[in-house]
Each structure stands twice: as C-alpha cells, then as structure tokens.
C-alpha cells in the first residue's frame, strides 16, 4: 500500500517544488523559432549568478553532472596531461576513474573516507612541481558518499601559495545552490553541477561554468569530443539557440527554479541549508551515533552520512524505511556499505520535513536493533529549530474560525 | 520564505495523492459525446460501494457537501415537516440551522459538545411520536469540528426498536470512505458525502446516495427546489449525461480517487484510518492533553479534536503551526475557539506524516506556552505504528548501492 | 485510435488554456489559513473588471451557471413574483422552466428560434404594467442554443422608456468574456456567468454579479434558500473566506485566467471572438448554408448554428465529425435537433484552429451527403483572416536554420 | 497575443500526448530503491520492440539523439577505422562530421540532396573493398532536412552481397516508430534514436539499440569514452539501475508513450504516418508544388520538405507562420535554406491537424506572394483523407442532444 507522501531523503534527485513541476508541464515548442531565447538566455546569465561569477561562461548540456565532468575534462585537458586528484568517497572515486579513462595521468590522493581535500598535500605537491607538469587540480566540493564538504578556498590559496598556474576543476553537483560556492572569488576555472540537486529539478541537465582561462586552455585541447565540445554549445548562451534539440520542458522547469531561488534569495538558502542540517546533526548526536564525517570542520550541509553502531547493518535501517515506513535514505557505498545511511537534506525542504526524516530514521534504526532512544532524535533537532525560528519572528497571525 | 512541502492537517480538503492530481490534468472534452458515459457511469457504479449500497441511487452534484445537504432535504421532505436532529458540533448546528432555513419544524437535542448523537434519546422521541410527525431523523456521523463519531447503526435500532418509519438522514461528509459507514445495512436513506474529505479529491463534487425509500418520499415533496432536483438529475446515474455541465475533470480525478480506494481495499483504508488516528491519540495522551470527545466510544478516526492547557489559547498553537512550520492545523470553532486545535488525519496519509504532523503540534504547544515534553508525543506514535507496522511485516528487501 | 488533439468546437466546456490547467494543478491548501484571501479577494476584484462592474457585488459558487441561475432568483424574488421572460432557444427555455420550478409567475413571450429578446414587446408590456407587477425582467444575452445574440442595451431602454422598476436579469453564460457586456451601462442588476466558457476554465464555479439595487431586492426575498443563499456567501468578497469549502483549484485556474485576460486586454478578446466568428460565418456562406440566426443583428460571436439541408440529418454531421475526424461539434437541441450542428468559436481559439473545425465539418457535410465544395469554406475564412490579420502586422522575424 | 493551440508542425520535438504530459508530472523518487526496476526493466525490453529486434540490447543515455550517435560510434570503432558514409542533406552531414571528429576516416559520398543513401554505390565500394579496411557502414534512414527516406534494407543487401562484414549504422531519429523500421530483419547493429519524434516525448533520452555482433566490436574498440560506454551502462537494461541519476521523470513519460504505442498497435502507426503524409503531399501537389525529395521512393512519411517558387523566400513562409498563424514549420537548414519548408507530420497526430497545417501554409505561401490557391492543398487533402477513413468505417453513433 502506497499512501501519502513518499519521504524522499536521498542526497538527490530532491524533491521538486510543485512550481517547478508546474513549469515542466507545458506542451513542446520550436526550438528555433525566433522568440525562443526570450527563454533560454535568461537562464544562462541567471546561472551564473548561482555559481556566482560574473566572467565565466555557462553550459548546459542534456544529460547529467557525470557528463558534464566529461565535458569538463575533454575540452581542456589532452590525453596524458598530469592531474591532481584526491579521493575519499564514491563520487572523487568515480571522477578519478573517468580521468583516468578519458588518458590523463592522476597523481591520486587517497585520503581516509570522512576526510575531504588534503588541501596541505595538495600545496606540497604543487610547490613540488617546477615544471608545471600538473595541469590541473581537482577538488569534489561535497563529497555525497561520506557527506563531506571540502575547502575549495583552501585549495585556491595552495595554488596561489605555490604560484602554480593549473586550472581549478571544482564538482560541485551536491553543493552548488545549497552551500556556499564562489567561483570568481575561489578562482575556479571548471564548475560542474547538475539539475537534480540543489536545482530542485530532475536528472537531466549536466551544467559547466567555465572561467577565461579555462577557455584560453581550450584553445590548446585536441582530445576526441562532439557532443560535449564547446565548439558546437559555446554559442548557445549568446544566441540562445541550441545545436541538437534542448531539454526545453527541462529549460522550462529551470526557469521557474531559478525564480524560487531568487526569490528566497542565494545567501537565505545557504543559511536555510545550514539550519536545517544543523537540526539533522542534533539528532544523530542525540541518539549517540556519530557522523562519517570525522570533524565538524567537514559536516556537509546538504547530506549527512551517520555510521550505524557495529552490530548493526546500515542496509536493513535503510530497507527498514523504504519498506516500513515509505522513506528514502540514501545507501552507504562502496567501502561504507552497511556501515552508514545518509539522510539527504538539500532543495525544497523544511524543518517539520527534517523532523519526519528523523522519527522515521529512528524507527528504522529501532527495527534493525539499534539502541536509540525512541524520539530523542526528533526532540533534539525540534529545540534547535524552535530556537532558530524564534530568533527570526513574524507577528503572529491567528486563523480564521 | 515557503521551501519544501506543507503540511496540511486539516480534516479536509485533504492532500490530493499523485495520481489524482495527474488525473484532473485533461484538456477539456465534449460532456455530450456518444462515448461520456464510459467515464462517468462506473463512477455511479463505484460510488455505491463506497457507500456500501446496493439498492441506492447516487446523485453526483457539481457544488460541494453542503449542497448535498440541501439537495436531500429539499427533494425528500416538504416546507413544516417536523425533523428530529441533535446538534453537538459547529457542523451538526449547521445542519440544523439549514433543516431551519428551508422550512422544517426542527426537533433539535443539543448535546454537550465532545459528545455524539444521543441515541436512546433519538429512541424515547421517537417511541413517543405515535402519530408518526417525525419525517426524518438526522444524524451527524462525525462531528469534524469536535472529532466524534456517532453510532449511526444505534440510531437505525432505536428507529427499528421505535417502529418507526421516518427517513434516516446521514451526514457523513468526513466519516464515508475513511470510516466505517454502511447505508444498506443500517438502512440509511439519505447519506452525504463531498468529494475534499476521504475522496482524496479537490471540493466541488456534493455526492449523495438515495435509498429506494427516499425516492419514494420524493414523489410527495413539493419544496421548490431545480439546480438540486432529484427529476433532472436522476437520469444521469443511468444516461451518463449530465442536465447542466458537468465538472469533467473532477470526475476524471474521482475515477483516479476510486481506483486508489479499490486497490488499497476500503476495509484496509478504514483500518488504516484507525490505526494513524491511534497513534495520533498515543502522542496526545503522552503530553498529558486530552481530546475534546469525552469517551473512547466518540473518538473519531479521521480528525482529532485537542483541548489545550488551560491558560493556553489554542489560536495561538495554529497560528505557530503556520507561520513557524508551515503545518495547518484545523481551528476550534465556535464554542470551542480558542480551546482546542484539530489534527486531521484523514485521506491520502501515512504514518511518518503523521508523525510530522505530531512533531509539528510539539513545537507549537511549546511556542505558545504549553508544558508538553518535546519529542515525547512523536515517541509515543512512534512505538505503536512500529509494533503495528511490525505485526504486518513484508520480508526486507535490500537497496541497491 | 485517438491520436492528435480532439478538437473541440462545442460552445462550452471550452478549451482550457495551458497556464490554467497548469495552474489548477496546485497540492491541496488550508481554506482558513490566514493568507488564503490573498488568493481569493483579487478574484472578487478583478471579475467585477470583466463584468464590466463597478457597483456589483459578485458571488462565486461552487456549481454551474445553472446555479448561478437560482441563486439569483431566489434570494432577489418571491413566491408568486410576475416575471416577464422570452423563450427562443434551448437555453432560455430552460430558464423559464427553473423560474417555473421556483414558484414565479411568469409572462414568457415566445419567440421563433433563430431571433432573440424582443425588445419592443418587452417594452409594450413593461408599458402596460402600470400596477409594476412585473418583478423582473429576463434577457438571455446569448442564446447557445441557436447562436443568437441580443440587445441588453435595448431592454434597459425599453425599461427606462417605460420608467419600470423591475429588475434586470441577465444570463450571460456564453457571452460574458467573450462578447461585450457592460452591466454597469446597462443597468444589469443579476448577471450570471459560468466558469467553462469565456473564462477558459472547466465547469464547477457559477459566478454571479449583483447590483446595488438587487441586493437591497434581496432584503425583501423571502424564498427558502440556503446553499444560494447571499446572506451566507456575501462575506465572501471582503472577508475571502467562504462559508463552505470553496474549490480552491478552480480558484488557482481563475487567477490564471484572469491574469490572460487583463494580458490580452478584454477588448482586444471581444474583437478577437468577432474576427474569428466571422471567418467561420464566410465558410458557412461559402458553403450555401445559413445560420440558425435569421438576421445579422443575432449572429452570436460566441456559437454559429448552422441549418444542415433539408434532406440532410445534423446528427449525422455532428456523428462524422467525432468518430471520423476527432472533433466535437454541438449538437442542436429540442426543437432544432437535426436540422442545426452548432460550431463554438469562444475562449481560447486561434484562426487556424477555425479552420479546423471548418476543415472537418466539411468533410462531415460531404460524409453526410451534403453538397458543399470541398476546401470552400476553409477557402473563404483563410481569406478573412489574411486581410484581418495583415492590416495588423507585426514586422518579421526569421527564425533560426 | 497568444490565444488557442500553436500548430505545431516542425519534424521534432513532435507534440506530447497529454497522457505522456501527465505521466511526466510526477514527484521525484529514489532511483536506488529495490522496486525501481519496475519502472525500468520493461522499457528496457519494450523498446526492442520499436525496433523490431529480439537479440539486440537497447541503451538509455540521458541526452539527445546525437549523443547516442557518439556512444555508437565511441563504443564500437577505433581511431583511424575506416568508414563509408553518405551525405544528402543537414543531419547526414553532421552525422559525417562527428565520425570526423571522433578520428575515423571517413569515406564519405555526397549525394544530391533530394536524394537518399546510394546503395548501388554503396555495394560497388564494399565490393571493392578486398581487404575488409572498411569497419561500418552508416545510413540515416530519414534525413530529416529534405524529408527523404533511404532504402536500409538494401544497404543490407549491398553488404550481403559483397559478404562484407561491416557494421551497419542507421541514424533512425526520425523514423523509428513511425517509418517501417526492422533491426533484426535488416541486420542494423547500430540503432539511433532520440525521444523527441515517434516516441513523442521532450527530448532528453537517446536511445541506441546494438546488435550482439556489435558487442563483440565493442571488446575491440579502445576509445576514450566514460559517459558514452557501454561497459558503464550495460548492467542497466538488465538491473534496471543506472550508472547515474536516470531522468526518471522522462522514463515516466517513456512507458506512458509505449503503452501508447502498443495500444494503437507499432504497424498501425506506421501506417497513419503513411496516411496522414499522403495527404500533405496531396495538398503539396494541388499547390502546383514539389517535394525536395526527388522520387516518390523517397518520400518521407515524418516530414514533407516543400521547395517553395523561384521568387519566394521560404523563410517568409516560416515567418509569417509563426508571426500570424501561431504555426511552427521547420526552415531549410545549410544548403537549401530559404528554398524549403518543412512540414512535420509524425507523432501524435490525425488528419485534422494535418488539414490545420495545409491551411496554415497556404496562408503563409500566399502571405509570402506564392501563388497557390486558398483552400486547394487542403481541399485535395480532405478528399484523401475522406475515402481513407470511409474505408475504414466504424458505425455511426449520434451524440446525446
């Protein structure tokens, strides 16, 4: 039996914001007639103010962040370039095998998973390289396997300490929209994120911002690409047009995420993403369990990886939910599988959803045999929120009888 | 700022599943077309098995629950026709108040509120009314504004007891298809429903089934009445035409509506009523509050009625829920503003909303004042919608990583 | 098989545009929450706009026009009222017979289908009625049934020439939004509208404009009413709350459908329903067919009736048509049945959809034995709407290879 | 002013079923769940019917069409493989300058556009070809620029007979599921399609089906490729997973627009294209018109490419389409722009629209000073279409008055 809402608490797709979905349900138009810029030029100049940057360039490809990584990857770099690479989750894992696949040689960082960035090695290795063999660094912003955020400012600081003149590739497909990312300030030359994250939207829009320099260095690229090349698409963010057909219901529905967005306003969202983690954090601590993240200077706010006591195993809380209880949590994977559920918490979300998160994650841990304490998680995060709703109060308003 | 969903928990309208809404999306159809009737007249069909009648003839008004009220009336009874009505809620006194207005002599026992329809009373009258003045007795099967539910199948024994052959007049706007309701066998003639309640559906549908007995007392009634006039409408339940335009896509969203009810089972949604408002009572009595239906035997299973602290105003409880936590919860009215807050819990739910829903009120009561624990009511439901959920267990399954 | 669009070409339910129907797709909300009015009291507002009312205090009900119908009746009038009424089509004879039903007397002038309100005997009788005996007055502005528009104008002058006091009544079901209605100008004291035409929305809200002079009527009415009833309802435009569940969709599709209208400019939509009507009268002449409407004065610009010849049935037609080529024509009612299909050009519609339907009642004439040429009448609108449509130019654009 | 329907009448993106449209608006959901493949896992195998084939394995690539063109050609081929290919127009041509791109050798032969792939010249080349240098042979089945169809079957048959062991290519973006196309029976390794034509959803998915032999090509092939490769996503059609966030909502869409099709039945649709492209090329011909594609063999049934009069501009006809008869045709692309327009008729389409389209242009050619006569192209349709459809007569029904 199916009723009611479906919790969704993976770290995406997120749920998508009824206007959204609203947006995406038109009939299908002409991609080329002469008033369909008025739809897609907007969009481009008003993502770049989420990737906050005013001299990059934006891309949107059909497909999905992993493509705009490719993207990303084969319009800059050649075949046997010298990258540095770190890894401490599923998502650095995967973003080092396609360097790898696509022929550049990774110099791979592997750090202990709960970590992020090794922004010290990073800087050693780079001051190590006086030939500039190293073309690029690449940092995963968030980490969505060990809920991880890393310090990208950090990272800019190690090459600008280290003069080094790499390009800055930057994944932020979990963190951009929801946590602080600055690409102009940061110096980032390659930012990727995708729709289905922060965007509100569903899978299906891999998107690049790309800096001058990273476009200079395009100049010098001749690996194999076509449907990622920049040739074909750069045009389409200055004539609004599209060299093979867009996702335009997809474009429709981005239109009206970015007006939520702006709405909210950039700055509140982060601040609301922070708020509502914060309360998640309370809980699992309540509970006594503990994060995958080793140290609060790594807790991402857009998903939380909570390590299950050992006599338990993650998979049966995360089955638990789904079959019990109608409520997704995001799996433990790779060397983390069974060890950690996460509870995504990013996009279209509130407080009183993060607590229906909770009581439903202590159910399910109850179920599998963990000892927590049956609403000592959702007491936690309430008095959290309560205090930091009160701390920004509307005059009460009283319902009609 | 407006993220994520809101909680709605008022007792109707209710929140729309999916799939309804996704019905209700047509374009517009021609509601004279040789093959309308393919639509609407299973939904005749099907509506008699929510009201669980065989021999009643269903008549779906565009307007809402109201209007199926006065549609009863007018079409079966004649201006001084002395009714006998009991009035224990703001809308039982609504329904006086029209029987009233339309021109009855209204016998009407006020019962203190929290309490339901007072059967033996309903017995002596009508064992007292020898020369049979009494035309219809009336009976609210639930109370919404109080959340008490009367033994309608009492009332039908105390007619039975009292030989007496007035029409038996059933409110059962938010009891049918989430309560236990069954018009041919506790010889119900009039019974109403709306279609924003257990119908999962927008208002706008006042839906009414009449017995054979009533259309027989139809062909003595002389009340003026068209737009509600059984003569035009009666043949649409056998044409699928409809006298006026019909609201087509709300009976699109109705055929979506019925094929949910059939395929959870309208017994299994009526245990499943029961055991969310179960849980819903747990939190309520672990914060030390009591609901406004006196005695178990009122509790209803699609709303709850909660009297607040003393020195509490209950006003102030809803409108924290609305403005702090986006939840809505339904108000007191009338005698009781101000005293209690409703919970719904009634239509397209589950437990972890109702959880939301408790762990909303926590904060709330605790934003206005009130001593109750924090998480303490959600840990209460908690517990038994595990031990509940547990009893019915499906073999786990285990998520892809 | 149904691929493609059904094209429908009945005089209401009308095409819903997509921004309606996208906007009715809303999840379900509190109706007594306190920003509820920010929905509803814009409503009030902006229909007074299309009803072209300053004064007026406008009604919306949860029904059809029908019930708009009686709810002006019976809260302005009295058991035994004298009404002067005329009778020329399907629709004003049904209203005759509702004010029948509702216990009025009336004077009903009966009149030849195919011609309208007759003015100059309304007056002769309103002249005649020196003891002011007739209550009321009745114009149906637009006569769906045989595409006949008439002279409100010249009612309120036939009344002010005889200086009578009666009320105005005025069903404008399938004109108002579509063909010019001045209530204020006029003097309409009871106008009636339906949400399935003009409005561009499906049926379900009935919606009625009362004047200054009706509502202090209305404190004389002593006719048994309840759901109708204004004294329930008239808090409605200033409070935005409703006395019972309003359909709060259909509320969401009315903002968007007010908001087209103002964007489009209700005149600019009145010319726009002549210019199409009057590509479809061309093809009905290019045929060798005439209308239903004897005189060019009642062309309806909402609804062409179209007399079939003699030896052909309109059953027919109107049978090719749906099951041969997807398209819904109306059919012609009682007294016209067989002889008239009618085509629907209200709301919203485009010249190549005219076109359309003429291109398929074409083929639907041929089909049925009638001897029109084919491609003639498609001939004949294609040149109107060229000339019409050129002396509007928009300089052009080219689109993109 | 936008009021009613815009025509849509470009070859893809085609108009969207409303119940594909409905079937896309759903919330999101967890694509890691264990019941996610049961959304999944039938496309999988219900897509091999659309391309008529048992042993080939089908692949979903969020993307476009073009995209699966790049994983054809990535997964299978080396750098520096030979390959024969033929260019006739826009879409063969970028189809050639991707192999280029992507480091093949192309042997290319260019074909007066209006024509189609040439197969005798194709036999002569394998036949030449001793030593096996040739790898793949590429056809694009409907060159959607010129509306031509080419004769796959018998590139089949030029290879069979010079028992070359070649790949066969086919792009069939803009045939397969509504030209006659047959993977096994013509031996196509490589399959191309896209979402947004016969399948008549957004674009957003392109979708390869490859032979097995193909898949023995693929342990040879040593590309670069990571969002493309096979290696990632094969698991999917038989776990139903993806190796990244899938674009659920399309996937949605996907199995609405299937049930669809097999409803209407894959050989049925097949012949309504031919049907309803007939009556195009009838209207076309009463024009005093030609095709682009040169012989009747060609003649695509998706999309009719109209050469317009030596003095005629064909962008002017494209304009005033879109300016003044909200129509969208599809211009001449590269070397024929300004000489055609494209009418696009596949998809979700009947002959009323089609009529709707002839008119439309018939208006924009005489608008842009071409001489054909009003009403001609759609008077010889309708006469095609008339006959058709009484071939294939139902019983007649009469609508309800």
């Known amino acids: 039996m199916k009723n009611g809402t479906t919790h969704l608490f993976v770290p995406g797709p997120t749920n998508i914001p009824d206007a959204v979905r609203r947006a995406m349900n038109v009939s299908m138009q002409d991609m080329r007639a002469p008033d369909y810029p008025e739809l897609t030029l907007p969009l481009f100049a008003d993502l770049k103010k989420v990737f906050k940057t005013e001299t990059g360039t934006v891309f949107i490809y059909p497909g999905s962040g992993t493509g705009a990584w490719e993207a990303a990857i084969s319009n ?6 010298r990258v540095l690479m770190s890894r401490f989750g599923q998502f650095s894992h995967l973003w080092v095998d396609m360097a790898q696949r696509l022929g550049l040689e990774v110099d791979c ?3 202990e998973w709960g970590e992020g960035v090794p922004v010290e090695e990073y800087q050693r290795r780079l001051g190590d390289d006086r030939q500039g063999r190293i073309k690029a660094v690449f940092a995963t ?26 390009l800055l590739f930057v994944d932020g497909v979990s963190s951009i929209g929801s946590i602080d990312f600055r690409m102009d300030e ?42 990622f090349s920049f040739e074909d698409m750069k045009a389409s963010s200055t004539t609004g047009f599209f060299p093979y057909t867009p996702p335009t219901q997809l474009l429709h529905g981005l239109r009206a995420s970015l007006d939520l967005i702006f709405s909210e306003g950039l700055d509140n969202i982060i601040a609301r993403h922070h708020r509502l983690a914060e309360g998640v954090r309370h809980g699992v601590h309540a509970w006594g369990l503990r994060l995958c993240a080793k140290e609060e200077k790594w807790w991402s706010n857009t998903v939380s990886a909570i390590v299950v006591p050992d006599d338990i195993d993650a998979r049966h809380v995360i089955a638990n939910g789904y079959s019990r209880y109608r409520t997704s949590f995001g799996a433990g994977l790779s060397k983390v599988a069974g060890r950690v559920f996460r509870i995504g918490h990013l996009g279209d979300l509130n407080e009183v959803m993060c607590l229906a998160a909770l009581a439903s994650a202590e159910m399910s841990l109850r179920d599998a045999g963990a000892k927590v304490e049956a609403g000592s998680g959702v007491a936690a995060a309430q008095e959290w929120y309560r205090a930091e709703i009160a701390g920004n109060l509307q005059p009460l308003q009283v319902q009609a009888a």
């Open 76 to 81: 800059t770099l050649n075949r046997g370039d």
């Open 109 to 111: 960082i592997d750090v």
């Open 141 to 166: 912003h968030n980490e969505t396997a060990t809920g991880v955020t890393s310090d990208v400012a950090g990272v800019r600081k190690a090459l600008d300490a280290a003069g080094h003149p790499a």
């Open 186 to 227: 940061w110096g980032v030359d390659l930012a990727v994120t995708g729709s289905q994250k922060g965007l509100m939207l569903p899978a299906g829009l891999g998107i690049l911002s790309v800096s001058e320099k990273a476009l200079e260095a395009h100049k010098q690229s001749r690996m194999e690409r076509c449907y």
